[in-house]
């Protein structure tokens, strides 16, 4: 509506020429809602409640007498209470915009006060103090113009004399010392840090250098492994076909040494044993004929000494049976000998060895003896001794029992 007012949240909505009055103001405050405002009969007025900034610069001196030159910001704005919108309502509703120089104004000379009472060390280094002290300087008069003060911070102090820069000079001395110092360990330490960097770089390209020459070694390598692999696998075949021959040579050789065992030396072997075998049969065959021409020998040489004993005996008794039988027996030596060269001639093949070849003789020279005791069981006994025998008659030898020697 027309006559409805709303003032804004940070608004003030003053209207005057209303009954309703509060604290004695002549004047109705509203906040925070729209009212109605009749016309004529009443007049509606705005009180920003925003917030405002004043900047203040002022010369002010020091207790040690030193002028400084001070800047600082003051934010304010008016009070949210009644109180305070009517205060600032009286002073300041046809002079909004000229809020922040007047309150600069009144700030400024607090500044100024509570500057000269102090030093400049305290001045720089408690500047909160220095705030709060113009704070409460102005309390009194603020609150009398309805007016709330935010914050108040001295921005700059600025010495024309050269005093701060003076009072800061041992210290800046000091803090560029430092700082060289600073710079110097710095520098140091840069400069250690580009050697360790240089040395790293540098073990780098030599680590980079080795592995280089490595992978180039390795690919020279496998590159005379490649150039290698034809005549190797050339030399691998080779060797595998003479390995073949060599097997095939010692296979060929086993069979040849297998051939001339078969061929050689099991017949030369055979033909060894049969020579040998032939050789020990016609020793073994000599040896037998001399062992019957021995027996033959002494048997004969018996059977003559018993013919000599018999021919001696009938010699005494004059008997010419038995006369006619010495004469037999005279000639068995000649026929055992003809027997026994018979036997030496002849191929005789003897199963039972030396034995055989004995009981051969034994048995021809058995026959004689068979001969000479038929002889001895014919003739008669002679009574009559026989004549002493001359010295070299041999048949009287032959009587006594002496061995007869034939020629």
Known sequence: MFFWHVPAPNEALLISGSKRQALNTQ????????????????????LSLALREAEITEDCVTQQGIRLNVRA???????????????????????????????GRIFAGHLRSIVGGLTVEQIIRERDRVSQEVKEGSHTEMEKLGIVVDALQIQEIADATGYINNLAAPHAAAVASQARIAQARADQ????????????????????????????AQTEQS??????????????????????QTALAARQAELAAQR????????????????????????DRAKFAADGEAYTQRTIAQAQADAYAVVAASLKDGNQQLIAANRVVENLPALADAAARGIAGSTLTVLNGSEGVNEMAAGIV???????????KSAAPVPAPAPAPAPGDTDAARVNGAPAVTS
């Open 260 to 283: 001339l065992e078969a061929e050689v030396r099991r017949p030369a072997d055979a033909e060894a044993y049969r020579q040998r075998t032939l050789a020990e049969a016609q020793r």
């Open 27 to 46: 004047f109705r405050i509203v906040t925070g809602h729209g009212s109605l405002v009749l016309p004529v009969k009443q007049k509606a007025r705005i």
């Open 73 to 103: 910001v003051i934010v304010f704005k008016v009070g949210d209470d009644a109180v305070s919108i009517a205060n600032a309502a009286r002073r300041f509703l046809t002079e909004q915009h000229r809020m922040e120089e007047l309150v």
């Open 189 to 216: 330490e840069a400069t250690e840090r580009e050697q360790q960097a240089e040395a790293l770089k540098a073990e780098y390209a030599r680590d980079t250098a080795i592995k280089r020459a490595g992978f180039l």
């Open 366 to 376: 058995g026959q004689g003896i068979a001969i000479l005791d038929t002889l001895r």
């Open 223 to 244: 590159n005379a492994i490649a150039a290698q692999a034809g005549p190797l696998a050339q030399a691998r075949a080779t060797q595998q076909v003479t390995e073949e």
